[in-house]
């Protein structure tokens, strides 16, 4: 099967660090998949992120479609890591998805099935900083949604998502593969997730440790190789937050 996307030996260092943060990270990603992009906190799975969305510097080539990247930008959709904002700010939900994208061809219509794709259209016109963090990642979701993405992006999308709607998320995005047949990179922590929607897996820590179906793929020499002896492997960070307003 031929590619979506093609990245070969992808490094980025950022400015004044000692070491690069990610280093020659080369990987496909088959169309209409969902692929999981796992890897302890700090390994360079955002940064991976952002390097393929042309959001920092980066060594190497990444490719859609056999093409120089730079020309799919459009085709992309990314719901980021964390998303602030200043929840004095008056805007509704259709406010915000209108407003921050930066494509002028959004119709109200197109919002509007955006919105009714995520669950979220009985919440059209509420106050964005009224909604709970579930609803808020769905927001983000549809944002992305709505340029009609070959390729969607999301970094650890259930740092958002309510307790227990977690299913619910991953199932609308099992939906949009198959009925839009979108092409899903997804990093995340959630194992049983990887398990259960995705195709394939990519773990990395700051070098690819290693890729494929994740049933093949994830052992428990690999979890040792990738996260040392710790159990729970996992905190939260805070920084390089996308802030509106
Ligand atoms: P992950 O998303 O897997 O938690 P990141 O890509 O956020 O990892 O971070 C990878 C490494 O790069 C970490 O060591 C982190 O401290 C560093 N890093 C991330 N963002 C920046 C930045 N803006 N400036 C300098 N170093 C950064
Ligand atoms: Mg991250």
Redesign the pocket.
């Known amino acids: 099967m031929k590619s979506i996307l093609q990245i070969e030996n992808i490094s980025?260092r950022?400015?004044?660090?000692v070491e690069s943060?990610?280093e020659s990270i080369t990987f496909e990603l088959q169309p209409k998949t969902i692929t999981a992009l796992i890897?302890?906190?700090?390994?360079?799975?955002?940064?991976?992120?952002?390097a393929i969305l042309g959001l920092?510097p980066y060594q190497g080539k990444i490719s859609m479609y056999g093409k120089p990247i730079e020309k799919s930008y459009r085709d992309i959709g990314y719901v980021p890591?964390r998303f602030s904002f200043d929840t004095t700010f008056p805007i509704t939900v259709e406010e915000f998805i209108s407003l921050t994208n930066t494509h002028k061809d959004i119709s109200p219509d197109r919002i509007q099935e955006v919105l009714e794709q995520v669950h979220m259209l009985s919440k059209k016109n509420a106050a964005l900083s009224q909604l709970s963090g579930g609803q808020l990642q769905r927001v983000l979701l549809a944002r992305a949604l709505v340029r009609k993405p070959k390729l969607l992006i999301l970094?650890?999308p259930e740092a958002g998502v309510d307790v227990g709607g977690e299913q619910t998320f991953y199932n609308l995005l099992e939906k949009m593969v198959e009925e839009h047949a979108m092409t899903v990179l997804i990093?995340t922590h959630e194992l049983d997730i990887v398990y259960r929607f995705a195709e394939n897996v990519i773990c990395?820590n700051?070098v690819l440790v290693c890729s494929g179906p994740p049933k093949k793929t994830l052992n428990q020499q690999m979890f040792t190789t990738l996260y040392g002896h710790e159990l729970q492997f996992y905190g939260h960070?805070h920084?390089?937050d996308e802030r509106i307003t």
């Not at 950022?14 to 660090?17: F, G, I, K, N, V």
């Open positions: 980025v950022y400015p004044r660090a943060a990610i890897g302890p906190n700090g390994s360079g799975k955002s940064t991976l992120i952002k920092i890591q970094d650890e990093a990395i700051r960070h920084d390089n």
